[in-house]
């Protein structure tokens, strides 16, 4: 508010706000929370898309020392029932898309003592109950909890991850070195902000005074005429929502001049994905990696001055989870946390330590300490390293699959069977065989307007994958892939297809 308090800071729809005009709506949520009774520590749930009362919240709720908890919107109404009563939240706020979702979770839910309409004139009325009231920082313990954000439980039941102001203004400060020129930037809020590529963004933005333009739904075509009309710079996106938009028919038509960075997070990128996007839109793009356990970022694909031998290895290197950012230290180890050889061969997980790690599982001190190794938390992603410290994760540790006693990497497969350009997305599963005890099989959906078989898509992967990496089942579908409400491919969801029922071999 100080610093940037007459610059245009939030756009949300019709709506703009400085930052002087958002601040003092954060205040007055503050304010009005607390003479609506919410104590310190007490969760505020959030059912919303992304907009402008969403982001209020992020500062607000933690402003009354309460811990925000946006949820993932598309979650069932059962999914929502157990966070929300695993969690204990006091007071949920939701938009009235989720109108009828909410009328099913009051009646499960009796520790929600308040559940405000966001649309409606209520949420107003605690605003203006509010008062333009500055925090005193210094009477708040920056231990203390103050966001809560459940995992998408694609490997496992939701967990809440608890971060502390602590974790999330450090987080915010480390980051600002990824922001190159922030006076230029114009940030598109394009993934949805209960996902860590969506909330690990406006803390370091606000910060940096960066004009934010909320995208309240992903739907190319509507992201497309945001870039184009608010002249944006910047936007992070994850693989499956990349991969729309640039084979969005929409692309040719729109003026795209104003962007100048891609991120591409929340899943492992390809080198072809990187390229095809930079092609797209006319800019760099690059990758980044972490999880809602480390606030979330931990490495970036950033330029580290290292000379590429041509345009192949700069986009092999873009599409690497990258080189640690300030406040935290990767390393990739063994079984007994001794570093692997940074060969680019040796296989090892990821852990991490520093600013970022979250300070635990809510309510779950035995699943907090099954992660941790005294600072150090396993982060159950499998990768390889180089000399410069580059991380590039080949799959996560229960999705490596063994096939004959052979390591193979699901991701390095689906990396190979994406850059047959007619392909459209894909997913690489472990499917049972009675003789190598499992082997790779592909599913995958090719462009629109664009046929594939099984022999052509073989043919092509047999020149770029060891004859044991090749798929032994490969179904071609013209559906989509189930995805997860964070648009990560439900991958358990498709091998539980394969070890249920049985598919047709591929000879090899």
């Not at 695993?86 to 009796?110: K, N, W």
């Not at 309240?216 to 945001?226: I, M, S, T, Y």
């Not at 999880?291 to 931990?298: D, F, I, K, N, Q």
């Not at 699943?367 to 580059?390: K, L, N, R, S």
């Amino acid at each position: 508010m100080d610093l940037f308090g007459n610059k245009t800071g939030i756009v949300c729809g019709s709506r703009q706000f400085t930052f002087r005009e958002f601040g003092e709506r954060a205040q007055r949520l503050a304010t009005g929370l607390v003479k609506l009774g919410v104590q310190p520590g007490d969760r505020v749930a959030y059912i919303s898309f992304n907009t402008h009362k969403l982001l209020e919240g992020y500062y607000g709720v933690v402003q009354a020392r309460a811990i925000v908890m946006p949820l993932n919107v598309r979650l069932s109404a059962p999914e929502m029932v157990n966070i929300l009563n695993h969690s204990g939240a006091r007071i949920v706020m939701y938009e009235d898309d989720f109108g009828p979702t909410v009328e099913t979770l009051r009646a499960e839910c009796q520790d929600v003592e308040r559940w405000v309409a966001l649309d409606g004139a209520a949420y107003e009325e605690i605003i203006a109950s509010g008062e333009p009231e500055r925090a005193d920082i210094f009477s708040y313990d920056e231990n203390s909890i103050a966001e809560l954000f459940y995992t998408s439980g694609s490997t496992g039941t939701p967990k809440g991850v608890s971060l502390s102001h602590r974790t999330i203004y450090l987080h915010a400060i480390d980051i600002q070195a990824l922001y190159p020129d922030p006076h230029t930037i114009v940030d598109l809020h394009t993934i949805p902000m209960f996902h860590a590529n969506g909330w690990g963004r406006p803390q370091a933005s606000t910060m940096l005074g960066i004009k934010q333009v909320m995208v309240r739904r992903f739907e190319p075509g509507f992201v497309f005429g945001l870039i184009s009309e608010h002249r944006a710079t910047h936007m992070a996106l994850v693989p499956t929502m990349a991969n729309a938009m640039i084979n969005h028919p929409g692309i040719k038509a729109t003026d795209l001049s104003s962007l100048s960075e891609v991120v591409i997070g929340g899943a492992a990128s390809s080198p072809e994905l990187v390229a095809r996007v930079e092609e797209a839109f006319g800019c760099r793009c690059r990758s980044g990696y972490g999880l809602t356990e480390t606030a979330p970022v931990l490495t970036s694909s950033r330029d580290k001055g290292i000379a590429y031998a041509d345009e192949a290895d700069r986009h092999r290197r873009q599409a690497m989870a990258g080189w640690p950012v300030p406040g935290v230290e990767v390393r990739v180890v063994d079984s007994e946390m001794r570093d692997v050889p940074r060969d680019m061969q040796s296989i090892g997980e990821v852990v991490a330590c520093g600013d970022h790690v979250m300070d635990g599982y809510f309510r779950e001190p035995e699943q907090t300490a099954a992660v941790m190794t005294g600072p150090w938390f396993h982060t159950g992603d499998m990768a390889v390293w180089d000399e410069e410290g580059y991380i590039h994760i080949v799959d996560r540790k229960k999705e490596i699959i063994i096939s004959g006693g052979e390591n193979i990497s699901s991701i390095e497969v689906e990396k190979a069977i994406f850059a047959h350009p007619a392909v459209f997305e894909c997913a690489v599963v472990a499917a049972p065989d009675p003789r190598w005890g499992e082997v790779p099989a592909a599913i995958v959906v090719p462009k629109p307007g664009m046929e594939l078989t099984e022999d052509e898509l073989l043919a092509f992967l047999g020149e770029r994958l060891g004859r044991f990496k090749l798929p032994r089942l490969v179904r071609i579908q013209v559906d989509a892939l189930p995805k997860t409400g964070t648009g990560k491919i439900r991958k358990m969801v498709l091998k539980e297809q394969f070890w249920q029922g049985k598919e047709k071999r591929v000879q090899g």
